[in-house]
């Protein structure tokens, strides 16, 4: 390893490279490296803080209570109580482990297809206790979109239409199926790019158009809540900028409950956050609230990156 | 034990002069021409085999062309009388028309893949999506017991146990004596042979099938849940709809095998070229017939004479080109719906 | 089996949830789930059966008698002999075909799997493979009896003067233990190399790359570092091959005649049994059924319920060695 500025860099990279010559001869410069792209336009923090006053929350969806998840091996969740109101966003951070992803899908009974999950506590969508409902009911009111995209092996028009022919009673036709699929995929931002190719295979979209497409597909029956676990952790930048605006325009109907490693994105996103740590809420507040003015030592600790 | 002989030479003897004495390992390159002559032999086998089969079946092609193929007469007697031919038989002695063995192979293998199917996926679902814990430790080594048990122990049962039961309990005397100028009604025909076709190939689909389920990915299924699907309706929708390729592929390796078989047929079908016949009504299930694949191997004793060596030949030229008209198949059905896999 | 865990319902919480109860499943959906169900337990139903009635009649007629003493031509087959050549013969066939098979297979996988150029031999001779798989056992029993009349080959046959067909002198050649187990081979071959590659490839990579690390040649490490890792692989597929072999009738049955017992060819020991003709447990079934000529069906159900037992034996076999493999290794 040697001191002084690096010689061989390809021509292309120089112009973007940024090498911060250090004073100290034993530490090598730091190289930036930037995607030599348009960056997608991000609210600046201030202009976020102001739309989000502007909007008033609307009612309450989803109530969670005292709600505990044990599995066989761990208890990942202990006795948690939450409120989901639309027009909000609400993360859910916490390092690897700390049980979000279970409380994630515990509110729509995913947990249910893990064998020795047990649960305690209620959880309310519009007052109603999910346990009395039927589970495809649930779900059909409560969407869920994966980390993985994972669209089905079938057409676009298919995927997204695949809620829509399976909760309909008599097979609907193609022609009363089109506005609706249309009109969702309008939502999740992808029409414009798949308009003449519905037909097509998903699973040749790219990575980031099948999130996108996941979106449409969980939006297309008008669910009332919709649970998002990592969306972008497997996205390019670009594509979780995307996703990102998307999360912005969609949350005006749905509530939305998302998971995330990553910090920066729940300060982006978010409107309240949750802060969880191995199954405990620990804090739980207005975004501005944990992330400048947290009230528990681990919640400060979390957020400066004093663990991951 | 190599006796190190007394030095002379100083430092060229000993651990050094025995490194040198070892034999010279294999290069690369001779094992890889080595093994790969060896692979070479397996597919100069495959070849030879087919040039075997058309050089046996020339014969007949020269003298009957593709005639042979069709209808006329009945082949039962066609192929005794070419017991007695010797040396260079005349363009006569050939005469042959096969097509009630291959109307009566189409019939059987037809049963088989169409009630095997629905009984494969069926199944598959069963043990993939229903069957409780105990009950799965169960049917999968009974899968595997189908699978295994020898042709001809099934033969056995069908001639020892199914036949009777047909002939004594489902033909009536009403329809044996209607039939008695056509043929003899015995027991032994197409619903024997068909059912137990159908228990032998439904275990190579059951296995294809389970294991092309249990490989599409868990997320799909999940995520159809996650949609308001109850899991049947998941794993109808998405998983069995991904395992297509796999189920096509089953129905083509069930196929091939069905019309291999001609122990178990030979042994249970009545072996009498007979055509069953819709018309016949109820009766057309218990009306004998003979397959290819049978004939074959209950003409094989009298293979010394020329004719009837050329008919086999032909017979089996006939199975041999099914077999690899069948290979080509399963590849080219399984293409179109890839389109739509990530993999399959 | 580890895959099927996971899609199942089972929850015991405290709190229950109403799980998708039946009576809210469409008509269609209700229909399939009483037909899998039926599915399920129709197949194991036949498995019970066949199972129970060989027991039965195996039990019935396989006395222990019978495995020692040879087979005798009489008129009453029903209480003459035993059924002792027929298994010698299966047991020498079997043996014929898994030594020609094992080192073709084992070689031809160990080529594709760590060799494979040039590319179109590789397709050629994977394509090869599949056809075998693929190819009626009848049609190999006659490419076997054209292969075994050739000049070059009949010397390994024997001359049948029994059952003969009004052929001018001489009689049926091609019909030998040595022609019928070399084309048992062909049938063997296909198990034991997909075995074989499916063991290669599952070895992780940098298994070789430390021997090549080390200095070794290619094939030096297939031979000390990769075989032995297939060594399993390898037992299973032979196992299987073997199964197969068993099992198989119509090669017997064409290949081999119809001789009651083993009656060598020729005066040079050993040799002469490879040239002669003989009987299997599969052919003994098949002759004494009343397809065959014989009249004895006590004697065929011994003779089958024997051969089921082996291969029932065979396939707990390939359980045990996959079972032992995943124990030691690690790997399933």
Redesign the interface.
Same mark, same amino acid.
């Given at each position: 390893m040697r001191a002084g500025p690096i010689t061989h860099e390809p021509p292309h990279l120089a112009a973007l490279a940024d090498p911060a010559p250090s004073t100290d001869p034993h530490v090598p410069p730091v190289r930036r490296i930037v995607v030599d792209r348009e960056p997608t336009p991000v609210r600046p923090p201030e202009d976020r803080q102001t739309i989000r006053e502007a909007r008033t929350a609307g009612p309450e969806r989803l109530r969670v209570e005292s709600l505990t998840v044990t599995f066989p091996t761990r208890t990942a969740v202990k006795s948690v109580s939450l409120s989901i109101h639309q027009g909000e966003v609400l993360a859910l951070i916490g390092p690897s482990g700390c049980g979000k992803t279970s409380l994630l899908r515990t509110l729509?009974r995913?947990t249910e297809?893990t064998p020795g999950a047990r649960r305690g506590g209620r959880v309310l969508l519009d007052g109603e206790d999910t346990d009395e409902m039927q589970d495809?009911?649930?779900?059909?009111r409560v969407?869920?979109v994966?980390q993985?995209p994972?669209p089905?092996?079938?057409?676009i028009f298919d995927n997204v239409a695949?809620?829509l022919r399976?909760?309909s009673r008599k097979r609907p036709r193609k022609s009363e199926l089109e506005p609706l699929v249309t009109d969702a995929l309008r939502r999740a931002g992808l029409y414009e790019e798949v308009r003449e190719e519905l037909d097509r295979?998903a699973?040749r979209l790219s990575g980031g158009q099948q999130q996108r497409l996941?979106i449409a597909?969980?939006i297309a029956?008008r669910p009332e809540v919709l649970l998002m676990d990592e969306p972008c952790s497997a996205l390019d930048p670009i594509s979780t900028g995307v996703v990102e605006e998307l999360i912005h325009e969609l949350r005006r109907d749905l509530a939305i409950v998302i998971v995330t490693h990553n910090l920066a994105q729940a300060r982006r996103v978010a409107d309240k956050v949750a802060f969880m740590y191995l199954g405990d809420l620990v804090e739980h507040g207005t975004t501005e609230q944990i992330f400048e003015d947290p009230r528990a030592t681990r919640t400060r600790d979390y957020v400066r990156g004093a663990f991951g | 034990m190599r006796r190190l002989a007394p030095d002379t030479r100083g430092l060229r003897s000993g651990v050094a002069g025995g490194l040198r004495r070892r034999r010279a390992?294999?290069?690369?390159r001779? $094992?890889?021409r080595?093994? @790969?002559g060896?692979?070479?032999?397996?597919?100069l086998?495959?070849i030879?085999?087919i040039v075997?089969?058309v050089?046996?079946a020339w014969p007949m092609i020269s003298h009957q062309g593709l005639s042979w193929l069709g209808s006329g007469g009945d082949v039962d007697r066609q192929l005794e009388n070419m017991? @007695?031919t010797? @040396?260079n038989p005349p363009s006569s002695a050939y005469y042959f028309r096969a097509w009630p063995l291959i109307y009566g192979t189409l019939l059987t293998t037809g049963f088989a893949v169409l009630l095997g199917l629905?009984?494969a996926i069926? *199944?598959s679902?069963?043990?993939?999506?229903?069957?409780p814990?105990s009950?799965?430790r169960?049917?999968i080594p009974?899968?595997?017991?189908?699978a295994?048990?020898?042709?001809?122990?099934y033969?056995?049962?069908g001639?020892?146990?199914l036949v009777p039961y047909v002939g004594n309990h489902l033909i009536t005397a009403a329809e044996r004596t209607w039939m008695q100028n056509r043929v003899e009604l015995t027991g032994a025909g197409l619903a024997p042979a068909a059912v137990i076709l159908t228990?032998m190939i439904?275990?190579i689909m059951?296995a294809l099938i389970c294991e092309a389920l249990?490989t599409v990915?868990? $997320?799909?299924?999940?995520?159809?849940?996650?949609?308001?699907?109850?899991?049947?309706?998941a794993t109808?929708?998405?998983t069995l709809? $991904?395992a297509r390729p796999a189920i096509a592929a089953a129905v083509v390796?069930a196929t091939?095998r069905a019309?291999?078989?001609?122990?178990m047929l030979?042994?249970?079908s009545g072996?009498r070229s007979f055509t069953p016949s819709l018309a016949d009504g109820r009766t057309f299930l218990f009306e004998p017939l003979r397959t290819v694949?049978a004939a074959?191997?209950e003409s094989?004793? @009298?293979?010394?004479?020329p004719a009837?060596y050329a008919a086999?030949?032909s017979l089996?030229l006939l199975?041999?080109f099914s077999?690899?008209a069948? *290979?080509v198949a399963g590849y080219l059905v399984k293409l179109p719906l890839r389109?739509?896999?990530?993999r399959a | 089996m580890n895959? &099927?865990a996971?899609?199942?319902?089972d929850l015991a919480p405290r709190r229950r949830g109403r799980r998708?109860s039946i009576g809210t499943?469409r008509w269609s959906?209700r229909i399939?789930?009483l037909?899998?169900?039926?599915?399920?337990l129709?197949?194991?139903a036949? %498995?019970?059966a !066949?199972?129970l009635?060989?027991g039965v009649r195996g039990i019935q007629y396989l006395h222990p008698s019978l495995l020692v003493s040879s087979p005798e031509a009489a008129l009453d087959q029903s209480h003459s002999g035993g059924i002792l050549d027929p298994i010698l013969g299966t047991a020498l066939l079997s043996l014929i075909g898994i030594l020609i098979a094992t080192?073709?297979a084992v070689?031809?996988a160990?080529? /594709?799997a760590e060799?494979g150029?040039p590319r179109w031999?590789?397709r /050629?001779?994977e394509s090869?493979?599949?056809?075998?798989a693929?190819?009626?056992? !009848?049609?190999?029993?006659? &490419?076997g009896?054209?292969?075994f009349q050739t000049q070059l080959l009949a010397g390994f046959s024997f001359v049948s003067t029994v059952?003969?067909?009004?052929?001018?002198g001489g009689?049926?050649f091609?019909r030998s233990f040595l022609a019928a187990g070399s084309m048992m081979s062909?049938i063997a !071959?296909p198990p034991i190399f997909a075995a074989t590659r499916e063991g290669l490839q599952a070895l992780p990579t940098h298994m070789r790359e430390a021997a090549y690390a080390l200095g070794k040649?290619? !094939?030096?490490t297939?031979r000390r570092v990769l075989l032995p890792g297939v060594r399993s692989n390898i037992a299973t597929g032979a196992t299987l091959g073997i199964?197969r072999i /068993?099992?198989?009738?119509?090669i017997v049955?064409?290949l081999l005649g %119809?001789s009651l017992r083993i009656e060598p060819a020729g005066s040079t020991p050993g040799l002469d049994v490879l040239r002669g003709t003989g009987s299997t447990l599969?052919s003994f079934?098949?002759d004494n059924?009343? %397809?065959g000529e014989g009249n004895a069906?006590q004697k065929?159900?011994a003779a089958?319920f024997l051969?089921?037992l082996l291969?029932?034996a065979l396939?707990a076999t390939v359980n045990l060695i996959a079972r032992a493999h995943e124990r030691r290794t690690g790997q399933s």
């Amino acid at each position: 390893m040697r001191a002084g500025p690096i010689t061989h860099e390809p021509p292309h990279l120089a112009a973007l490279a940024d090498p911060a010559p250090s004073t100290d001869p034993h530490v090598p410069p730091v190289r930036r490296i930037v995607v030599d792209r348009e960056p997608t336009p991000v609210r600046p923090p201030e202009d976020r803080q102001t739309i989000r006053e502007a909007r008033t929350a609307g009612p309450e969806r989803l109530r969670v209570e005292s709600l505990t998840v044990t599995f066989p091996t761990r208890t990942a969740v202990k006795s948690v109580s939450l409120s989901i109101h639309q027009g909000e966003v609400l993360a859910l951070i916490g390092p690897s482990g700390c049980g979000k992803t279970s409380l994630l899908r515990t509110l729509n009974r995913l947990t249910e297809l893990t064998p020795g999950a047990r649960r305690g506590g209620r959880v309310l969508l519009d007052g109603e206790d999910t346990d009395e409902m039927q589970d495809t009911d649930l779900r059909a009111r409560v969407a869920m979109v994966f980390q993985q995209p994972n669209p089905f092996p079938m057409s676009i028009f298919d995927n997204v239409a695949f809620a829509l022919r399976e909760q309909s009673r008599k097979r609907p036709r193609k022609s009363e199926l089109e506005p609706l699929v249309t009109d969702a995929l309008r939502r999740a931002g992808l029409y414009e790019e798949v308009r003449e190719e519905l037909d097509r295979p998903a699973l040749r979209l790219s990575g980031g158009q099948q999130q996108r497409l996941c979106i449409a597909r969980a939006i297309a029956p008008r669910p009332e809540v919709l649970l998002m676990d990592e969306p972008c952790s497997a996205l390019d930048p670009i594509s979780t900028g995307v996703v990102e605006e998307l999360i912005h325009e969609l949350r005006r109907d749905l509530a939305i409950v998302i998971v995330t490693h990553n910090l920066a994105q729940a300060r982006r996103v978010a409107d309240k956050v949750a802060f969880m740590y191995l199954g405990d809420l620990v804090e739980h507040g207005t975004t501005e609230q944990i992330f400048e003015d947290p009230r528990a030592t681990r919640t400060r600790d979390y957020v400066r990156g004093a663990f991951g | 034990m190599r006796r190190l002989a007394p030095d002379t030479r100083g430092l060229r003897s000993g651990v050094a002069g025995g490194l040198r004495r070892r034999r010279a390992p294999w290069s690369d390159r001779r $094992a890889a021409r080595a093994l @790969g002559g060896v692979s070479l032999l397996i597919a100069l086998g495959i070849i030879a085999m087919i040039v075997f089969v058309v050089r046996g079946a020339w014969p007949m092609i020269s003298h009957q062309g593709l005639s042979w193929l069709g209808s006329g007469g009945d082949v039962d007697r066609q192929l005794e009388n070419m017991l @007695g031919t010797s @040396g260079n038989p005349p363009s006569s002695a050939y005469y042959f028309r096969a097509w009630p063995l291959i109307y009566g192979t189409l019939l059987t293998t037809g049963f088989a893949v169409l009630l095997g199917l629905p009984l494969a996926i069926l *199944s598959s679902i069963f043990i993939v999506e229903f069957a409780p814990p105990s009950l799965r430790r169960v049917t999968i080594p009974v899968v595997r017991l189908l699978a295994a048990i020898p042709s001809v122990v099934y033969g056995l049962i069908g001639v020892l146990v199914l036949v009777p039961y047909v002939g004594n309990h489902l033909i009536t005397a009403a329809e044996r004596t209607w039939m008695q100028n056509r043929v003899e009604l015995t027991g032994a025909g197409l619903a024997p042979a068909a059912v137990i076709l159908t228990v032998m190939i439904t275990p190579i689909m059951v296995a294809l099938i389970c294991e092309a389920l249990i490989t599409v990915p868990r $997320a799909w299924r999940e995520g159809a849940i996650a949609l308001g699907l109850n899991p049947l309706r998941a794993t109808l929708a998405v998983t069995l709809r $991904a395992a297509r390729p796999a189920i096509a592929a089953a129905v083509v390796l069930a196929t091939a095998r069905a019309l291999g078989e001609a122990v178990m047929l030979s042994m249970v079908s009545g072996s009498r070229s007979f055509t069953p016949s819709l018309a016949d009504g109820r009766t057309f299930l218990f009306e004998p017939l003979r397959t290819v694949a049978a004939a074959i191997i209950e003409s094989a004793e @009298g293979v010394g004479a020329p004719a009837l060596y050329a008919a086999i030949y032909s017979l089996a030229l006939l199975l041999l080109f099914s077999a690899l008209a069948l *290979s080509v198949a399963g590849y080219l059905v399984k293409l179109p719906l890839r389109k739509y896999q990530v993999r399959a | 089996m580890n895959a &099927f865990a996971s899609g199942q319902l089972d929850l015991a919480p405290r709190r229950r949830g109403r799980r998708s109860s039946i009576g809210t499943w469409r008509w269609s959906d209700r229909i399939v789930l009483l037909g899998a169900w039926a599915a399920g337990l129709t197949l194991c139903a036949i %498995a019970g059966a !066949i199972v129970l009635y060989m027991g039965v009649r195996g039990i019935q007629y396989l006395h222990p008698s019978l495995l020692v003493s040879s087979p005798e031509a009489a008129l009453d087959q029903s209480h003459s002999g035993g059924i002792l050549d027929p298994i010698l013969g299966t047991a020498l066939l079997s043996l014929i075909g898994i030594l020609i098979a094992t080192p073709l297979a084992v070689c031809s996988a160990v080529w /594709i799997a760590e060799y494979g150029r040039p590319r179109w031999l590789g397709r /050629i001779m994977e394509s090869s493979i599949e056809v075998i798989a693929g190819t009626p056992d !009848i049609v190999i029993a006659i &490419f076997g009896l054209a292969l075994f009349q050739t000049q070059l080959l009949a010397g390994f046959s024997f001359v049948s003067t029994v059952g003969g067909a009004g052929a001018s002198g001489g009689g049926v050649f091609g019909r030998s233990f040595l022609a019928a187990g070399s084309m048992m081979s062909l049938i063997a !071959i296909p198990p034991i190399f997909a075995a074989t590659r499916e063991g290669l490839q599952a070895l992780p990579t940098h298994m070789r790359e430390a021997a090549y690390a080390l200095g070794k040649t290619r !094939i030096a490490t297939i031979r000390r570092v990769l075989l032995p890792g297939v060594r399993s692989n390898i037992a299973t597929g032979a196992t299987l091959g073997i199964s197969r072999i /068993i099992g198989d009738t119509a090669i017997v049955v064409l290949l081999l005649g %119809a001789s009651l017992r083993i009656e060598p060819a020729g005066s040079t020991p050993g040799l002469d049994v490879l040239r002669g003709t003989g009987s299997t447990l599969t052919s003994f079934v098949y002759d004494n059924s009343p %397809a065959g000529e014989g009249n004895a069906p006590q004697k065929a159900y011994a003779a089958a319920f024997l051969l089921m037992l082996l291969v029932l034996a065979l396939n707990a076999t390939v359980n045990l060695i996959a079972r032992a493999h995943e124990r030691r290794t690690g790997q399933s």
